[in-house]
């Protein structure tokens, strides 16, 4: 197996995998873009998604010194809302596909009775779960050796992303390659609160 290209973040200077950063490439303007694909053309920098990392994006001299030209100051919330932005619609559409792929399950009690049967390889709770709610759950996940992720969305939105009338807070998902692409824009969203 090949391994992934490994890249360093411009702001904390740890060695990151290309999968794992934003890259960020100047416009002709000299505006800073994210460069979702990793193909627009010229020079590029690479940035891990941690939020303290992402708003260190923010600091013009840190870009120019990078780019080694003068960049224009790019907008007041970039680039952390615009990666958030993106991080949030993925986990919705990744949610809807592996919920139709029958990789997921949601519903308290649904999720319950997939714990005792050992179906579920990780938990997810939405952004809005209550501390008593979270506290249940983490305890149901550790019991069972469980990674419990906090996902961007709220419990509407997951309800709305699995085509559910009414909201869902917590979700089951096992092993598959949906759930796996998932588990990665989760773990995004996760270093991004």
Known sequence: ???????TCVVCRSQVE????????????GVPAIDWRGRLPGRGLCC??????????????RLSRAFKQEVAPALVDWPLAQVRERT??????????????????????????????????YLVQSADSGPAVAS???????RCS???????????????????????????LRKGPLARSLEQELKRGQALL
């Open 1 to 7: 197996m090949v391994s992934e290209a490994i890249r």
């Open 18 to 29: 290309r999968g794992a950063s934003v890259r960020v490439v100047l416009d002709p303007a």
């Open 48 to 61: 891990c998604f941690r939020k303290e990392c992402l708003e260190g994006l923010k600091k013009p001299s």
């Open 88 to 121: 949030l619609g993925r986990q919705r559409e990744f949610v809807g596909l592996a919920g139709r792929a029958g990789e997921l399950k949601s519903g308290g009690n649904v999720v319950e009775r997939l714990l005792h049967k050992n179906w579920a390889a």
């Open 136 to 142: 249940k759950w983490q305890q149901r996940a550790s």
């Open 146 to 172: 469980l990674v419990l992720f906090r996902s961007l969305l709220s419990s509407e939105q997951l309800g709305g992303a699995l085509g559910k009338s009414g909201p869902r807070s917590v979700l089951a």
